[in-house]
Nanobody, 119 residues
Framework: QVRLVESGGGLVQAGGSLRLSCAAS????????MAWHRQAPGKQRELVAR???????NYADSVKGRFTISRDNAKNTVDLQMNSLKPEDTAVYYCNADRITGSIWSHYWGQGTQVTVSS
């Protein structure tokens, strides 16, 4: 099992910045990818940014150029630096880890952290 604990959410004005952090504990070996997703009220959960073990990243088009995901494999953490925040970035942000053991994939989620951007 992998436990994910997020921190860093809060209330910020439009144009401001926040940094989210996620710490993984438990059976963290063979974690292939870590990511941040978000879910706004009335909307489906969507991928925000993802980083795989080799360091490659991908971002949702809506956050490209504003958000940066970074991963520390030694510390089993993944951070999301969010700049130039917009009201439409308001959502609950969830940390996610995908682990592969042999041919079996396991997916883990944190409890979520609220990000609110005021206009």
């Amino acid at each position: 099992q992998v436990r994910l604990v997020e921190s860093g959410g809060g209330l910020v004005q439009a144009g401001g910045s926040l940094r989210l952090s996620c710490a993984a504990s438990g059976t963290t070996s063979s974690i292939y990818a870590m990511a941040w997703h978000r879910q706004a009220p009335g909307k489906q959960r969507e991928l925000v940014a993802r980083v795989i073990s080799g360091g490659s990243t991908n971002y949702a088009d809506s956050v490209k150029g504003r958000f940066t995901i970074s991963r520390d494999n030694a510390k089993n953490t993944v951070d999301l630096q969010m700049n130039s925040l917009k009201p439409e970035d308001t959502a609950v942000y969830y940390c996610n880890a995908d682990r592969i053991t042999g041919s079996i994939w396991s997916h883990y989620w944190g409890q979520g952290t609220q990000v609110t951007v005021s206009s």
